[in-house]
C-alpha cells in the first residue's frame, strides 16, 4: 500500500459538532454503536441562592471526538443530537492523537479552555474561493459578530464580509 493511500487509511479523531447541551447524547449513542469517543468535562462550581453545587461541564461545548476512518463518517452523521461533522475548506476536520491526549491533560487537571477566533486585528489572510478570490488583506477589526472587515487594495475599500462565507488561508500574523 502507498503512502498516501495508507495515510487516509487510518482512523483519524474527526469532529462531531453537537446541538447545545446534546453531547452527552451524542458521546452514549456512540459509545452504544461500539465506536471509540472522547468527550471531555471538568468539574465546575455554580452558585445557587443560598449553595454551592459542583457540576460536570463540557471542556470545550458543542464538540464530541470520534476515532473513525474517514470512509465512515456517513455512518454517524444523523445521530440524535448531531449536527454535523466540523469541516474547513471542504475537508472534515480533526485532530492527532496527541492532541486528544492535550486535551484529556486539560479537561484531568480542570483547566478552563475557551474557543477564540484567530481573526484578530492585523492578520494578513488571502480569500482563496468566492468572488473576492485572491484578494490580500489585513483583518481590520477584532469582532465577535458574524461579520469582519478586510483592508484591500481594492481602491482603498474595506470589504465586510460574513464569516461563515470566507474560506481564507493566513498568510501573516
Known amino acids: 500500500m502507498k503512502d498516501k493511500e495508507k495515510h487516509r487509511a487510518d482512523k483519524k479523531w ?8 446534546k453531547e452527552t447524547l451524542v458521546f452514549n449513542e456512540l459509545l452504544n454503536q461500539g ?3 472522547k468527550f471531555f468535562r471538568q468539574e465546575s462550581l455554580i452558585c445557587r441562592k443560598n449553595f454551592y453545587k ?3 461541564k463540557p471542556l470545550i461545548s458543542n464538540y464530541v471526538f470520534v476515532h473513525i476512518f474517514e470512509k465512515d ?3 454517524y452523521q444523523y445521530l440524535p443530537g448531531s449536527v454535523k461533522f466540523l469541516q474547513f475548506n471542504n475537508t472534515f476536520g480533526y485532530l492527532t492523537s496527541s ?3 492535550f486535551l484529556e491533560t ?24 468566492g468572488v ?10 477584532k469582532s465577535s459578530s458574524k461579520e469582519i472587515y478586510i483592508d484591500c487594495s481594492l481602491q482603498n475599500m ?3 464580509i460574513r464569516k461563515e462565507n470566507l474560506i481564507f488561508k493566513i498568510i501573516e500574523s
Open 14 to 21: 474527526f469532529i462531531i459538532c453537537t446541538k447545545p447541551r
Open 54 to 56: 459542583k457540576v460536570l
Open 132 to 141: 473576492f478570490k485572491g484578494v490580500l488583506g489585513f483583518v481590520r477589526t
Open 73 to 75: 463518517i456517513y455512518k
Open 158 to 160: 474595506a470589504i465586510l
Open 35 to 37: 465506536v471509540e469517543a
Open 99 to 101: 492532541e486528544i491526549n
Open 106 to 129: 486539560l479537561s484531568r487537571h480542570n483547566y478552563q479552555v475557551s474557543l477564540c477566533d484567530k481573526l484578530v486585528d492585523g492578520i494578513k489572510i488571502e480569500i482563496t474561493q
